[in-house]
């Protein structure tokens, strides 16, 4: 199948200062890219959908300026956390679709990030 | 109502045994259906695509019930490697733009 990279893997970070996430897809354009995240012991949550050279699509109650994407190509997205707090310590998961092609997404290894 | 919904387990199963998961969905014009499974705090990974007419791999049949609006997973012959989170996936669309994800339901097979 195909190839999503996701950096870094685990990013621990101090209070107050930003992290950017990368989700790279190796051998397909993704027209579109899903940013995930999922709290212990809880299914993934959509937090927002981007398509490649528009502003992202966020889901009900996730802050558009505290969680910022870019997706300015089609083979890359990036999540940039703003101002990260403790709550804000999850697992972070990209996926990415070509949806000229077909529906299936492909995911990312996941970012662990720990804000302390 | 949630838009997937699924029975938590965990369900423990002995080595051997037969299992099935299902998944309701509440989106009628929903197009597409996966398995995905998920081990600890790692990515999902796709297990199997669930088509109309159902499909089997190895000891894993899918089939998906339009009408009732609810999709099943089987394991045949479980093994201890099995033990994951299986997360029922519908896609809304045929534009590949809104996943959802149920809750997963986790199963461990037992020695």
């Known amino acids: 199948g195909a190839v999503v990279s996701q950096h870094p893997s685990r990013v621990i970070c101090k209070s107050g200062t930003s992290v950017k996430i990368e989700c790279r897809s190796l051998?397909?354009?993704?027209?579109?890219m899903f940013w995930y995240r999922q709290f212990p012991k809880q299914s993934l949550m959509l937090m927002a959908t981007?398509?490649?050279?528009?502003?992202?699509?966020?889901e009900q109650g996730v802050e558009k300026d505290k969680f910022l994407i870019n997706h300015a190509s089609l083979t890359l997205s990036t999540l940039t956390v703003t101002s990260a707090h403790p709550e804000d310590s999850s697992f972070y998961i990209c996926?990415?679709?070509?949806?000229?092609?077909?529906?299936?997404?492909?995911f990312g290894q996941g970012t662990r990030l720990t804000v302390v | 109502r949630k838009e997937v919904e699924q029975d938590p387990g965990p369900f423990n199963v002995p080595e051997g045994a037969t299992v099935a998961f299902n998944c309701t969905y509440s989106?009628?014009?929903?197009?597409?259906f996966f398995w995905y499974r998920q081990d600890c705090r790692k990515e999902p990974k796709l297990l199997m695509s669930?088509?109309?007419s159902g499909n089997e791999d190895g000891r894993f049949t899918a089939q998906l019930n339009r009408a009732s609006q609810y999709i099943s997973l089987l394991i045949r012959d479980s093994k201890l490697s099995d033990s994951a989170t299986y997360l029922c996936?519908?896609?809304?669309?045929?534009?590949?733009?809104?996943?959802?994800f149920g809750p997963g339901t986790r199963l461990s097979v037992l020695p």
């Open positions: 981007s398509n490649e050279g528009s502003k992202a699509t966020y």
């Open positions: 051998d397909f354009q993704a027209t579109t």
């Open positions: 669930v088509y109309s």
């Open positions: 996936v519908v896609n809304g669309d045929n534009y590949g733009q809104n996943f959802v």
């Open positions: 996926s990415a679709s070509d949806t000229r092609r077909d529906t299936e997404a492909f």
């Open positions: 989106n009628s014009a929903s197009q597409s």
